[in-house]
């Protein structure tokens, strides 16, 4: 990653705080995804001085494709955008959870 471009974009958005994406395993446990998620956000902290939050993203790929299952475009424009999608599904789940983050991954629907 680029800290430079983190360490510019935190400074011209005025960022108060960052949310990473914790994914966990249906039943919750962590996987080696979420210790390198972790590590992505420790370094985040490090070269932006930014609190981060984790918050668990169990499903938000499954959501986002259904979503874009609804809309008219190719299946490879659709690809290309569900990350985007996706993560704006669980920034949205992040706000309406009151903002806290998660050590623990619960449910979105916590």
Known sequence: PDARR???LVEE???ALLVVGLPVHN???ESQKSREAREFG???TDVTGVEV???DERFTSLEAEQFLLG???TSK???KRLDMVAAQIMLAAFLEAG?????EPGSLDA
């Open 77 to 79: 424009r659709r690809k």
């Open 99 to 103: 903002g806290h983050g998660q050590e």
């Open 53 to 55: 939050v984790y918050f």
């Open 6 to 8: 983190f360490r510019r």
């Open 13 to 15: 958005e005025a960022v």
């Open 42 to 44: 420790a370094w985040l």
């Open 71 to 73: 809309a008219e475009m």
């Open 27 to 29: 039943d919750g446990g």
